[in-house]
C-alpha cells in the first residue's frame, strides 16, 4: 500500500515579506515532498503570497488584519476542511488566533510557531496584560508549541506556563545566501562607488525596527563624503522616514528602495548590515545578512543575543539609542579590518547552527511525533 502523503494547513499573518513568512517560504520549500503536501494560508494579499503561487504551492488568501477576528472563523474552518487537513501550523499571533477555533472544532492537531512574542517592553501595561493573557491562552490551545529562540521560549516560561514547548531556531538557505557567488550590480544600479562604505537597512519599516533612530543616527555621522545608506523595504513609518531625512538634510546619502526580492544581491552590494529593533523573535533578516558575510550592527535584545556576541560576530548598540547606533558606524567606518573580521565571524555562526536543513529535520519529528 502506497504512502499517504499528510496535508499541512501553515497559516501566516499577510502576504507581505516579514521574517515569519519567509521562515515559511524555506520551510514549505525544504520539507520532504514525499511525505508532506503543504497548504498555505494567509490573511492578507502580498508578493510573498505570488511567491508561494510561483513556486507551485496550493495558497489561499482570508481577508483580516485582526487577531482573534471571530468573523473569519468559520471561513477559515471551512476551508480547512475542504482541503482535508491533517495538521494546522500555525506561525504567529495572528494566524494562530484565527486558526485555533477550526483546530478544535475539527479535532485537529494545532502546532504555534512564536516568532517573537506580542506582548513587548515598549506597550502600556494594560495592552501588555492584554497580550500576555492572550498568548497564554494561544500555547495552552496548541498542541506543540516552537520557539524560534532560548531567550523567546524563557520569555515566555516567566509569563505563564509552558509544558509542551521547545526551541527550534531558524534556519538559513546557504544556497541562496552565499557570498560565493556572483551577484548582478546593485551598486551600479544605484550610482555608488566600489570604494563606498555602503550601509544597509532591510526591513518591514515600521516602529518595531526603529527607522527614525536610524536616519538620526545618520545626521549625528560627521564624515559623510564615504559612506551612503541604501534602505530596502515598506511599511506605515516609510512617508515619516523620508519626511525626517530631509527635514535633516540627510537625502543625498541615502537611497530609498521600496521592497525588493533580489535580497541576496542587496546583501551582496552593502558592508554594513544595522538592525536597531526594539524587539525580536530570531531575525531571518539578520541571519541571511550574517550568511552573506556582512559586519553586523544590531539591538542588544532577546532574539538577537542569541545570534550576537558583541564584538565577536558583530556589535550590539542600546535600543532605541540613535548615539549608540552612530557610534557604531563610526567605529566600524574607521576600522575596515574590523568590519572584515566581524563579517567573517558571522557568516562561521550561520553555516554551523543555523542552516534550512536541519530545522526542517526538526519540525518533521514533531509532524511525525503528533500525526
Known amino acids: 500500500m502506497a504512502y499517504q502523503k499528510k496535508r499541512i494547513l501553515h497559516a ?132 506543540k508549541t516552537i520557539c524560534v529562540s532560548q531567550s523567546n521560549l524563557a520569555e515566555g516560561q516567566g509569563k505563564f506556563k509552558m509544558k509542551n514547548a521547545t526551541v527550534i531556531s531558524n534556519g538559513i538557505n546557504r544556497v541562496r545566501f552565499d557570498p560565493n557567488l556572483s551577484y548582478k550590480d546593485v551598486r551600479g544600479e544605484f550610482g555608488i562607488d566600489n570604494n563606498i562604505l555602503l550601509v544597509g537597512y532591510i526591513a518591514r519599516i515600521t516602529h518595531q525596527k526603529s527607522p527614525l533612530i536610524f536616519i538620526k543616527a545618520i545626521a549625528a555621522i560627521n564624515d559623510k563624503e564615504n559612506i551612503k545608506f541604501l534602505i530596502v523595504g515598506d511599511g506605515d513609518l516609510k512617508n515619516e522616514m523620508i519626511s525626517l531625512a530631509q527635514q535633516l538634510n540627510v537625502e543625498k546619502y541615502i537611497v530609498f528602495v521600496d521592497f525588493r526580492n533580489d535580497i541576496p544581491d542587496i546583501l551582496n552590494a552593502i558592508d554594513i548590515f544595522c538592525l536597531p529593533s526594539l524587539w525580536e523573535g530570531l531575525p531571518i533578516a539578520l541571519l541571511e545578512a550574517m550568511s552573506m558575510r556582512k559586519a553586523i550592527i544590531a539591538s542588544k535584545i532577546d532574539g538577537i543575543t542569541d545570534l550576537i556576541i558583541d564584538n565577536e560576530n558583530g556589535l550590539l548598540i542600546t535600543p532605541n539609542d540613535a548615539e549608540s547606533l552612530t557610534s557604531a558606524i563610526f567605529r566600524l567606518q574607521n576600522d575596515l579590518p574590523l568590519l572584515k573580521q566581524l563579517g567573517s565571524e558571522a557568516e562561521k555562526t550561520v553555516k554551523e547552527k543555523f542552516n534550512v536543513s536541519s530545522m526542517t529535520k526538526k519540525i518533521e519529528t514533531i509532524y511525525s511525533e503528533i500525526l
Do not use: C
Open 12 to 143: 501566516i499573518r499577510q502576504g507581505k515579506v516579514g521574517g515569519g513568512e519567509t521562515h515559511v517560504l524555506d520551510l514549505v520549500n525544504t520539507l520532504d515532498k514525499e511525505k508532506y503536501d503543504s497548504i498555505i494560508l494567509s490573511f492578507t494579499n502580498g508578493p510573498m503570497v505570488d511567491k508561494l503561487r510561483a513556486d507551485g504551492f496550493t495558497t489561499f488568501v482570508i481577508e483580516t488584519e485582526k487577531p482573534f477576528n471571530f468573523m473569519v472563523w468559520n471561513q477559515v474552518k471551512e476551508l480547512i476542511f475542504q482541503q482535508k487537513i491533517d495538521l494546522i501550523h500555525a506561525h504567529g499571533t495572528r494566524a494562530n488566533s484565527n486558526t485555533f477555533f477550526a483546530s478544535k472544532q475539527l479535532k485537529l492537531p494545532l502546532i504555534y510557531t512564536v516568532h517573537g512574542w506580542s506582548f513587548h517592553p515598549d506597550q502600556s501595561s494594560l495592552v501588555k496584560f492584554i497580550r500576555t493573557q492572550s498568548e497564554k491562552f494561544l500555547v495552552n490551545v496548541a498542541t
